[in-house]
């Protein structure tokens, strides 16, 4: 199957520590998103890639948020000195973008990690 | 900005009985709509989508939704509800001049009864 990947599927971790996930986008995707999805609520959008280069990025939910994506293909999204409130499960989704591409408002998702803050 | 409500938070409906559930969104554009299920530990799946054209629109598992402008809606139905149904729903527009981000309804937790 190759659909989106992410690793790990969860992680428990103490307030203060850095964590990092990656995930793994449909390989023929040009974009991949990020989500965070707390407990009984819709995700909630943070960033997205095309290729390489982070086109939006002021969602992020503080300066302890950030992400890569190096090469085009997988991206790493890491939280820094985490806080329990960053407890929640994080969603990386990836699509086509192409202008007349009828695909290109499609997103995929991954099955996410749980992180829990303790 | 946009928004997405799904004013149910939990339904309930016997195993066979008909299904709707209600999205209303706010965009100033023609919107693009979208509704995903999320099953347990899951991650989400699309279950149809609504760009332009035949404002029903057929999705997988045989669930359908209709866009209704002047009603800012496109409520998901059913017609025969299966137990394997039992997840959560969620309504999503997407931003098109913002890199089509997904905003999300707070989503609506189907229950089905045998």
């Known amino acids: 199957d190759t659909g989106v990947s992410q690793d790990p599927r969860h992680k428990i971790t103490k307030r203060g520590q850095n964590v990092t996930f990656r995930c793994d986008p449909i390989?023929?995707?040009?974009?991949l998103y990020w989500y965070r999805q707390t407990l009984g609520q819709g995700p909630e959008f943070l960033t997205y890639?095309?290729?390489?280069?982070?086109?939006?990025k002021s969602r992020l939910l503080s300066d302890r948020f950030s992400a890569e994506r190096p090469k085009g293909s997988f991206s790493t999204l890491e939280i820094q000195r985490t806080e329990q409130g960053d407890s929640a499960m994080y969603l990386c989704?990836?699509?086509?973008?192409?202008?007349?591409?009828?695909?290109?408002?499609?997103?995929?998702f991954g099955p996410g990690t749980r992180l829990t803050v303790t | 900005a946009q928004s997405v409500t799904q004013p149910d938070i939990h339904i309930t409906v016997s195993e066979g009985a008909s299904l709707e559930l209600r999205c209303n969104y706010s965009?100033?554009?023609?919107?693009?709509l979208f509704w995903y299920v999320q099953s347990p530990g899951q991650g989400l799946q699309l279950l149809l989508k609504?760009?332009?054209?035949?404002?029903l629109v057929q999705g997988i598992k045989g669930f359908e939704a209709e866009f209704k402008r002047s009603q800012s809606s496109f409520n998901l139905r059913k017609p025969s509800v299966h137990w394997s149904d039992a997840a959560e729903y969620f309504c999503?527009?997407?931003?098109?001049?913002?890199?089509?981000?997904?905003?999300f309804g707070g989503g609506t937790r189907l229950m089905v009864k045998p």
């Open positions: 390989s023929e995707h040009n974009r």
């Open positions: 999503a527009v997407a931003d098109n001049n913002a890199g089509n981000m997904l905003t």
């Open positions: 609504y760009f332009s054209g035949d404002t």
């Open positions: 890639f095309q290729n390489e280069a982070q086109l939006e």
């Open positions: 965009y100033g554009a023609t919107p693009y």
């Open positions: 989704a990836s699509g086509i973008w192409g202008r007349e591409d009828p695909l290109a408002y499609e997103q995929y």
